[in-house]
C-alpha cells in the first residue's frame, strides 16, 4: 500500500480536479473532458508498450488513430447500393490487381537471389502496378463520387454495430503496423522517427483523398451510436422520473406547477447529454480497465522482462537467445492496434469523421509529451500523462486567460498589448505543453510516476 | 514551333517553380543537416524555427514600411532580413543555452535530444502564434513579375506565356550566394574545417585542441542564417502561416535524409530532388503532349501520374524507400 502512495495520490489530485470543473463549470464539460482523457489514456498506453516497453520510437500515432476512425465509418455506416452498383465491381477488380501485385513481388523475393535485376524488376512492377490500378479504377472511382455527392458519394460500409469497429480499428492499425514495422524497424532510432511521422502524414493523405472509400474532406457525419440519442431520452419515462428523482429536492421548492414544469424540461435536457456522456464514459473505462490488466500482466511476464531485456540491451538480449527483430514487430503492432482501438473510439464518441482534423501536433506530439510526462515504462504514468495532459490542454485557456488577467489587472481593457494577449489565449496552451515537456525532461525525465522494476 | 511552346510550357509549370521550391527546401535541408551532423540530433523544431526567424523579418517590414523606406522594385523584407537573422540566432543561443546545453554535457542518446526538440517545437510555436497570430499573412511589395505571360507571347509570338515572378529568380539567386558563401566556409576557411573534423569525429576533435563552444556557435549562427533566409524566401514566394511553415519540415526533412543526412552538399541537391520529383509526379501532361504528338494521338485524360493532392506523400514515399534501402543517403551522409 505505502509503495503505491504517490500513484493513488496522482490519481485522486487528478480526480478532484475533474470533479472542480464539474463544480465550477459544468457536469457536461467536466465528463467531455474526462472521456477525451479516457481515449487519450488508450493512446499512450499503446505508445507506451512501444516506447516504455521497448524502447521503439513511434510518431505515426495519427495514422494508426485515423485508420481506427476509418474502421468506425466503415463498419457502422450503411452499405451505399447504388454506390456499389456503380463502381464496386472497378473497386474489387483494383484490390484483385494489388493482391496480385503483392504476390508477384513476393514470389520474386522468394525466388531469386538479391541483385541489380531483382531490385529493378521488382520496382518496374510496382510502378507499372501503379499505373494500371490507376487507370483501371479512374471509371469506378469517377462513378461512385458521382452518386448523390451531396450526401454519400462513397461506398459506404457493412452497417453493423458501431462497437464492433473497435476491435476492427485494431486490426487495421495492426495490420498497417505490420507492414511499416517489417520495412522500417531496422532503421536507427531518430530516422525511424521521422520515417514514421511521414508514413503517417502518407496515411492521411490517402485517407484525405479517396473519396470513394472515406469521403475525403466532405466527412461523414450522423455515425451511428451504441448509446442513446439525447433526443429520444428527453421524450423517456423513465428517464424523466429519474431525473424527477434525482433532482426532487430542488423541484419540490418550486410552488407553481407551471414553473415546476419548465424547470424539470431544462434539467431533463441538461440531464440527458450527462447522461449519454455517463454511458460512454462506462464503456471507454471497461475499455481501459480490461487494456489496464492485460498490459500489467504482460508488463510482469517472463514475455515483460524479455523486452526490458531487449530495451536496455539489445545485443546482450541476442546473444541470449531472443529473436530481436520478431519481438520489436510483435510490439509494434501490439501497441499500434491499441492506439487503432482508440481512434475508433474517438469517432464512436464524436460521432463523426473528419480526416482534415488529423493532425501531428493533436495526434503524435501531444500524445507523446502524454506518455513522456506521466512516466514512460509505467502504465498508471503513462495513463496518469493521457489525463494531466487533457486536462491542461482543454483548461489551458480558461487558466491562462485567469493569470493574463491577474498580472495585468492595473491595465484598462483598452490597452493593445493586454487586448493581443487575451486574443491569443488559445495559443498559450502550445507554450504550457512545451514548457511542461521540457521541465519534466530536465528535473524528472522518467516522468511524474516513474517506472519500478520489482524483482519478484 | 509546337517543340518550342511545349519547353516553354515545362519550363513555365514544372521547371522554374520546382527550382524555387527546391531551393527553399535546400536552405531548410541544410540547416536540418547541420544540426545533425554537428550537434548530432534530429530537430523538430526546423519549421517552427524557421517561421520564428521569418516572424521577425515581417514585423522589421511592417516597421520600415510604415516608416516609408522601401526598396523600389525589390521587397522590402530585404532589408528586414539581416534583423531577421539577429534576433534568430540570439532566440536559438538562448535555447541551447537552456535547453540543449544541459543535454549536450549529460552525452544523453539522439531520441532524447529528439523529444526535448519537440519542447521547443512546442514553445516556439506558441511564441509565433502568440506574436503574430495564425493568420495567412503576405509581406510582399516591389514589382511582382520581372516577365509577365502576356509579355512574354507577344513578345515572342508563341502560343505559350512564360511567366517569371522576381520572388522566383530572387530566391534562386540568393541561394546560389548563400550556398556558394557556406560551401567556401566550411572547405576553406579554419572554422569550417575544424567544423568538418567535430562532425567527423568529435573526441579526435577534441583531442587536436578544437573548441567544442565555439563549433557550437558557429553552427548556431549558420543555422539561424539558413533558417531565416530560407524562411522569409518561402513567406514571400508563398505566404507566411505558421501551420503551413510546421507541416514543410517534413519534405525538409525528406530532402536532408534523401541527400545523406550530415552532408551539406547532399542536403542541397536533396532539396532539388525532392521538388523535383513533387512537381514532375503530379503534373498534369495533357497540354504538354498536345504540341508534341501529331493529332491523331493527343490523350485524351490528363496524363497525370498522382493527383496534386499526393504531393507531400511522393516525397515521403521517396525518402522511405531511400531509408530502407540506403539510409545513409543517396549522397553518402555523415561527413559533412
Known amino acids: ?456 | 514551333m509546337d517543340f518550342v511552346n511545349a519547353i516553354i510550357l515545362l519550363l513555365n509549370y514544372i521547371f522554374i517553380p520546382a527550382l524555387t521550391y527546391g531551393s527553399q527546401l535546400a536552405l531548410g535541408a541544410i540547416f536540418v543537416t547541420l544540426i545533425y551532423g554537428i550537434l548530432r540530433f534530429a530537430n523538430f523544431a526546423t519549421g517552427d524555427m524557421m517561421s520564428f526567424g521569418t516572424m521577425i523579418t515581417i514585423l522589421f517590414t511592417w516597421y520600415f514600411q510604415s516608416l516609408g523606406v522601401s526598396l523600389g522594385v525589390l521587397p522590402t523584407a530585404l532589408i528586414a532580413i539581416p534583423f531577421g537573422i539577429i534576433f534568430m540566432i540570439l532566440y536559438m543561443l538562448l535555447i541551447d543555452k537552456f535547453v540543449f546545453k544541459y543535454y549536450r554535457h549529460q552525452k544523453s542518446p539522439p531520441v532524447q535530444f529528439a523529444m526535448v526538440s519537440i519542447g521547443v517545437m512546442f514553445v516556439t510555436q506558441a511564441v509565433v502564434r502568440i506574436i503574430i497570430g495564425p493568420a495567412d499573412r503576405r509581406f510582399f511589395d516591389g514589382e511582382k513579375f520581372i516577365i509577365k505571360a502576356r509579355e512574354f507571347k507577344e513578345m515572342t509570338g508563341l502560343n505559350e506565356g512564360l511567366a517569371i515572378k522576381s520572388t522566383q529568380v530572387l530566391t534562386i539567386f540568393v541561394t546560389i550566394v548563400l550556398v556558394s558563401l557556406l560551401f567556401w566556409f566550411l572547405n576553406k576557411t579554419k572554422t569550417g574545417k575544424s567544423m568538418k573534423a567535430y562532425s567527423d569525429n568529435e573526441d579526435l576533435a577534441l583531442l587536436s585542441g578544437i573548441d567544442p563552444k565555439k563549433i557550437v556557435l558557429v553552427t548556431w549562427v549558420i543555422a539561424g542564417i539558413l533558417a531565416t533566409i530560407g524562411g522569409a524566401l518561402y513567406g514571400l514566394d508563398k505566404s507566411f502561416k505558421p501551420f503551413t511553415y510546421f507541416n514543410n519540415m517534413l519534405p525538409i526533412f525528406a530532402a536532408a535524409i534523401v541527400g545523406g543526412i550530415g552532408n551539406p552538399f547532399g542536403a542541397f541537391l536533396g532539396g532539388y530532388v525532392i521538388a523535383f520529383s513533387e512537381i514532375l509526379l503530379t503534373y498534369a501532361y495533357k497540354k504538354f503532349f498536345m504540341y508534341v504528338l501529331p493529332e491523331s494521338m493527343e490523350p485524351d485524360s490528363l496524363v497525370q501520374l498522382l493527383s496534386t493532392d499526393y504531393k507531400f506523400a511522393v516525397s515521403f514515399s521517396i525518402l522511405v524507400i531511400v531509408l530502407i534501402y540506403r539510409p545513409s543517403g543517396i549522397f553518402k551522409g555523415k561527413v559533412l
Not at chain 1, 536507427?188 to 511521414?198: E, F, H, P, Q, S
Not at chain 1, 466532405?218 to 434525482?246: C, M, S
Not at chain 1, 489551458?396 to 487575451?422: R, V
Request: proline share 3%; charged share 15%.
Open chain 1, 1 to 456: 500500500m505505502r509503495k503505491n502512495l504517490n500513484v493513488i495520490a496522482a490519481y485522486s489530485i487528478m480526480m478532484v480536479l475533474i470533479l472542480m470543473v464539474g463544480i465550477f463549470q459544468s457536469w457536461n464539460i467536466a465528463l467531455s473532458i474526462f472521456n477525451l482523457c479516457l481515449i487519450s489514456a488508450v493512446m499512450t498506453m499503446g505508445a507506451n508498450i512501444q516506447w516504455g516497453y521497448a524502447g521503439l520510437i513511434n510518431f505515426g500515432i495519427m495514422g494508426y488513430t485515423a485508420l481506427g476512425g476509418l474502421a468506425a465509418v466503415l463498419i457502422s455506416v450503411d452499405p451505399v447500393q447504388e454506390a456499389w452498383r456503380a463502381g464496386g465491381f472497378d473497386i474489387l477488380m483494383s484490390l484483385w490487381l494489388i493482391v496480385v501485385m503483392v504476390l508477384v513481388v513476393r514470389f520474386i523475393l522468394k525466388r531469386f537471389e538479391k541483385s541489380k535485376i531483382r531490385t529493378y524488376s521488382i520496382a518496374a512492377i510496382i510502378i507499372s502496378g501503379i499505373l494500371l490500378i490507376r487507370f483501371s479504377a479512374e471509371p469506378g472511382i469517377e462513378a461512385i463520387e458521382a452518386v448523390d455527392p451531396a450526401k454519400t458519394g462513397f461506398l459506404g460500409g457493412f452497417g453493423l454495430p458501431i462497437i464492433f469497429s473497435w476491435i476492427v480499428g485494431a486490426l487495421f492499425a495492426g495490420g498497417l503496423a505490420f507492414i511499416i514495422g517489417k520495412v522500417a524497424l531496422g532503421l536507427r532510432a531518430d530516422y525511424l522517427a521521422i520515417a514514421t511521422l511521414l508514413i503517417s502524414e502518407i496515411v492521411i493523405a490517402i485517407i484525405k483523398h479517396e473519396d470513394w472509400l472515406t469521403r475525403g474532406v466532405k466527412n461523414v457525419i450522423g455515425l451511428k451510436r451504441p448509446a442513446p440519442y439525447e433526443v429520444d431520452l428527453q421524450t423517456t419515462d423513465w428517464f424523466i422520473n429519474l431525473v424527477e428523482k434525482f433532482h426532487s429536492g430542488k423541484l419540490n421548492l418550486i410552488e407553481n406547477l407551471a414553473d415546476r414544469q419548465a424547470a424539470l424540461n431544462q434539467l431533463v435536457i441538461e440531464g440527458s447529454s450527462v447522461f449519454v456522456k455517463l454511458c460512454y464514459s462506462g464503456l471507454f473505462l471497461v475499455v481501459v480497465i480490461i487494456l489496464l490488466i492485460l498490459t500489467q500482466k504482460a508488463l510482469y511476464s517472463p514475455w515483460g522482462r524479455m523486452m526490458r531485456a531487449i530495451r536496455d540491451n539489445e545485443e546482450a538480449a541476442n546473444a541470449m537467445g531472443k529473436n530481436v527483430v520478431k519481438q520489436h514487430l510483435l510490439i509494434f503492432i501490439l501497441g499500434s492496434a491499441i492506439v487503432g482501438i482508440a481512434g475508433a473510439m474517438l469517432v464512436t464518441q464524436d460521432g463523426l469523421f473528419t480526416p482534415g482534423s488529423y493532425r501531428p501536433m493533436r495526434y503524435t506530439f501531444l500524445i507523446w509529451v502524454m506518455v513522456i510526462v506521466g512516466g514512460s515504462g509505467n502504465n498508471f504514468g503513462a495513463i496518469l500523462g493521457g489525463f494531466v495532459v487533457w486536462f491542461l490542454w482543454i483548461e489551458a485557456a480558461p487558466i491562462s486567460l485567469f493569470l493574463i488577467n491577474f498580472f495585468t489587472a492595473g491595465i484598462p481593457e483598452t490597452n493593445a498589448l493586454k487586448a493581443h494577449l487575451i486574443e491569443s489565449v488559445p495559443y498559450f496552451r502550445f507554450l504550457m505543453m512545451g514548457l511542461g515537456l521540457l521541465l519534466i525532461m530536465r528535473y524528472r525525465p522518467k516522468g511524474i510516476l516513474p517506472e519500478k522494476i520489482e524483482i519478484k
